[in-house]
């Protein structure tokens, strides 16, 4: 993998950190500042798949049900809703963003900002009136994260920060992070968590592991492979299918630059809001992690990863002795 290459490649993307592992090592790896990837920055929606893990945890440990419990077990007050189709909401609709309810993220009058101001987000999510049948469309909506949240702090008995750090964190040697909390004293479910790269590297390898971690078992195979399976095709101007709060997508075999490529590149990450990427591509054994300060219009690290280090990625895989 040329470095020199990407570093000049890099640069128009205003990136902050990039780590690119694979075959177990560190191939790549540019910081814009001295130490940037050791450093706590918001990872914004990559909380949401973050939350996706601590939920599976939660399922193999027996603690939440099956993803097609409706979540009426967790929210009684549901029953007393006018529009009966609030009561077809599962586990499986809010992991996929497929609840229904009529939601703006970002403006508009069922808004995340309004949820961020209310007195108490829970019920101003549950109040939302529905748009769809539960199941039939995804739509981005941090509000459902907010749902899982609860559902998780009210399952385990824990808050989520004292169960990830038993469960997920403190396996994974993470010690350092920051992670708002709702007006309940619930930690936000679609953001407002702090990670340095270094340590999003971590989490982004125990999925490539299928979910171990130094040979103990994390989160079960059955449960990793549910949980990125691509659930609901994402409508634009986003690309690909959305699973368990993961994203899904794959670059065309006739998109890469190695003539020798026959099949299409499958991918899924995480994501968050200005330029926070944890993606994985299990077929070259590589997790990528790109992050930024602040969203710099038209340039995407996504477009980094699928314009530059996929195509230097699959020319090493090709030319690596272990393949």
């Known amino acids: 993998m040329n470095s020199t290459t990407l ?36 990872v914004n929606s990559c909380t949401k798949s973050i939350l996706s893990a601590l939920i599976c945890i939660a399922m193999d440990q027996g603690l939440i ?12 007050q549901l029953h007393d809703q006018q529009d009966k189709r609030k009561q077809m909401i599962t586990l499986q609709h809010l ?21 961020t101001r209310s007195a108490d987000w829970i019920d101003f999510v549950l109040q939302q009136p529905m748009s769809d049948e539960p199941g039939s469309v995804m739509v981005y909506n941090s509000g459902v994260s907010q749902l899982l ?24 040697g993470i010690k350092q992070y920051e992670w708002k909390i709702d007006p309940q004293g619930i930690h936000t479910g679609g953001y407002g968590l702090q990670l340095c790269a270094n340590d999003m590297l971590k989490f982004g390898l125990l999925y490539l592991q299928r979910g171990k971690w130094n ?19 994402v409508t634009l101007p986003e690309h690909g299918c959305y699973g368990w709060h993961w994203w899904t997508d794959y ?33 070259l054994n590589s997790v990528i992690v790109l ?12 477009d980094f990863f699928r314009l530059h280090i996929a195509p230097m990625l699959i020319a090493y895989h090709t030319a690596s002795p272990l393949n």
């Open 7 to 42: 570093s000049q490649e890099i640069q128009p993307y205003d990136v902050n950190s990039c780590i690119v592992h694979c075959n177990g090592d560190i191939l790549y790896h540019y910081e814009k500042l001295d130490e940037a990837s050791s450093k706590l920055m918001p």
């Open 65 to 76: 049900p099956s993803p097609d419990t409706c979540i009426t077990h967790f929210f009684p």
């Open 95 to 115: 992991l996929t963003l497929t609840a229904g309810l009529k939601w703006t993220e970002f403006g508009g009058i069922n808004s995340f900002p309004k949820m």
């Open 149 to 172: 949240a609860a559902i998780l702090v009210q399952s385990t008995g824990q808050s989520i920060s004292q169960y990830a750090d038993l469960h997920l964190f403190g396996p994974l």
């Open 215 to 233: 040979n103990e078992v994390i989160i079960s195979e059955e449960l990793i492979d549910l949980s990125i399976e691509p659930a609901i095709a």
């Open 251 to 283: 670059i065309p075999a006739n998109d890469t630059t190695d003539a020798s490529t026959i099949a299409d590149l499958h991918y899924y990450y995480a994501r968050g809001f200005g330029g926070q990427f944890i993606i994985i591509v299990p077929t």
């Open 291 to 302: 992050t930024r300060k602040q969203r710099k219009m038209g340039l995407s690290p996504l």
